[in-house]
Nanobody, 125 residues
Framework: QVQLVESGGGLVQAGGSLRLSCAAS????????MGWFRQAPGKEREFVAH????????GYADSVKGRFTISRDNVKNMVYLQMNSLKPEDTAVYYC??????????????????WGQGTQVTVSS
């Protein structure tokens, strides 16, 4: 299992930027795919971005493509989500998650076995 703690959320104006961090503990981190999801009030949790174990492959939801960048540092056991050109519709609680081995549909919450507690991102218009 991997334990995850997110940080870096906050209040930002539309057009601004934030960088979310996810600190992971556990020996398996460096061989685990990682994802970011978000959940707005009254809505289901939705996929945002994924990165494979080495950082060599990434994937994004269409709504954030070109604005958000996921990265990782396997020495520091960290995953990051750089969010630029933020929009009010990006307002949500953001969660990082560790993907299950052998589960390759990285857009589905069921493909992940460990979740952080979430960090709030609020974008004002």
């Amino acid at each position: 299992q991997v334990q995850l703690v997110e940080s870096g959320g906050g209040l930002v104006q539309a057009g601004g930027s934030l960088r979310l961090s996810c600190a992971a503990s556990g020996r398996a981190f460096s061989v685990t795919g990682m994802g970011w999801f978000r959940q707005a009030p009254g809505k289901e949790r939705e996929f945002v971005a994924h990165i494979n174990w080495s950082g060599g492959s990434t994937g994004y939801a269409d709504s954030v493509k070109g604005r958000f960048t996921i990265s990782r540092d396997n020495v520091k056991n960290m995953v990051y989500l750089q969010m630029n050109s933020l929009k009010p519709e990006d307002t949500a609680v953001y969660y990082c998650a560790a993907r299950r081995s052998g589960y390759f549909d990285y857009g589905q919450t069921s493909s992940y076995h460990s979740w952080g507690q979430g960090t709030q991102v609020t974008v004002s218009s």
